[in-house]
């Protein structure tokens, strides 16, 4: 915990007086990290860190250095596109890179704040350098590095749509060619239709050997939603079997961008995969209760409900605030808590999507939760909803 602290630690000011978050005398010192929240001294920040973690946004470098630590590639786009990993050609040199991190971090010792100062100065490369030269610390990774640094080149803050866009037409596109019509390869990426560049997207991230993040739209609209938590692959291990599935559709059987775009309109992926990819692999659909809604397309509550949950970014969405209780807490305490616990409640081997959906339209939330947490202590209060 102390070591997350210190990235917001030190305080920003303006003229203007406010209040401190915790007792209430004025202050121009706020947290440095998200701008937001008011403090007279690091005593009171320490105080209200518990609160605060769960609600002042991640930076990139904070984010890198958990997916280091995990051994993970960044899926988080802000990442990959402040940090190097969307100038890499292939997913072997993300390899690479994300072991020249873990080199730095794990082994050099250097944190998110540092890193964090090093991409704001636009010093990152020779920050890096300097790191391992300094430490006399030489690796694979490093030695790649040396011959790659044009990865770490023109470095920027991520910036939505418009910097999606930018890496669509200068980095990305040509990996997507082949399965475009001759039509589209005449016109730009930001003509396309929403519904369209989601799909792009999503080829992308398959064709990369990746699965869509949490937040993405393409966890919702395309299944990732009703795969199954446990204890494999970080709890992913049915998400995985999906995204080989879709690989094997796109990149085994070819799969044109317009015809998945047409079954993605019209909610027929189910049938798309059945069609290309044989009964077999579908049968493992239906065995696992996998639900594919696609654009656009009414979904349940309780999908929103697992990616708020499991999400530390996720918007609660109005359908979850009142399906699931969340319109019954008073403060931003209770809300934490009752997300806390259907996060511990989703990651149960016990949890069935499919039950906790039943129990909301009956209006026994209360007593389904309390059958796979019997030792939780919980409030029946939470739970209640305008059903049955």
């Known amino acids: 915990m102390m070591q997350s602290l210190r990235f917001i630690i030190n305080f920003s000011s303006e003229s203007c007086k406010m209040e401190c978050s915790v007792c209430k005398k004025p202050t121009n010192q706020r947290c440095s990290r998200c701008q937001a929240k008011y403090y007279c001294s690091t005593s009171c920040q320490r105080r209200d860190y518990p609160n605060h973690v769960l609600d002042c946004p991640l930076r990139s470098a904070d984010i890198l250095v958990k997916n280091a630590l995990n051994d993970l590639i960044p899926s988080k786009m802000s990442v990959r596109y402040e940090y190097g990993f969307c100038n890499c050609k292939h997913l072997e040199d993300e390899s690479k890179l994300i072991g020249l991190y873990i ?19 636009g010093t990152l490369s020779e920050n890096i350098k300097r790191a391992y030269d300094d430490k006399g610390y030489t690796s694979n990774y490093y ?6 640094e044009h990865v770490l080149q023109g470095l920027y803050k991520y910036e939505e749509d418009k910097s999606y866009e930018y890496l669509m037409e200068k980095h990305y596109f040509s990996l997507i060619m082949l399965y475009l019509s001759e039509r589209d390869l005449k016109v730009p990426f ?12 999503f080829y992308l991230t398959i064709i990369t050997g990746r699965i ?27 998400e995985r079997r999906l995204g080989d599935l879709y690989r094997e559709l796109i990149v085994q059987k070819g799969c044109k961008i317009d015809e998945f775009h047409d079954a993605y309109l019209s909610g027929s992926i189910g049938y798309l995969l059945e069609r290309k990819c044989g009964s077999n692999n579908c049968n493992w659909l239906s065995e696992n209760k996998i639900e594919i809604r696609g654009y656009c397309n009414p979904t349940k509550s309780v999908y929103h409900l697992k990616q708020y949950a499991l999400s ?15 319109v019954n807490c008073r403060t931003e305490d209770e809300r934490r808590q009752l997300k ?4 511990k409640l989703i990651k149960t081997p016990q949890f069935e999507t499919q039950d906790l959906h039943e129990a909301c339209l009956a209006g026994k939330i209360f007593d389904y939760v309390k059958s796979i947490l019997p030792n939780e202590m919980l409030k029946s209060d939470f739970f209640k909803n305008p059903y049955p």
Not at 143 to 148: E, P, T, Y
Not at 340 to 343: A, K
């Open 212 to 238: 869509p993040i949490i937040e993405d739209i393409d966890w919702i609209d395309l299944g990732f939603c009703s795969c199954k938590f446990d204890n494999n692959y970080l709890g992913k291990s049915e």
């Open 340 to 343: 806390h616990i259907y996060r």
């Open 143 to 148: 030695k790649w590095f040396l011959k790659n």
């Open 103 to 121: 080199g730095l971090i794990e082994i050099i010792g250097c944190n998110a704040n540092q890193l964090h100062s090093w991409w704001e100065s």
């Open 312 to 326: 530390d970014s996720a918007v609660l969405q109005p359908s979850v605030d009142v399906d699931y209780g969340f």
């Open 190 to 201: 930001n003509s396309f239709p929403r519904s369209k560049r989601n799909v792009c997207a």
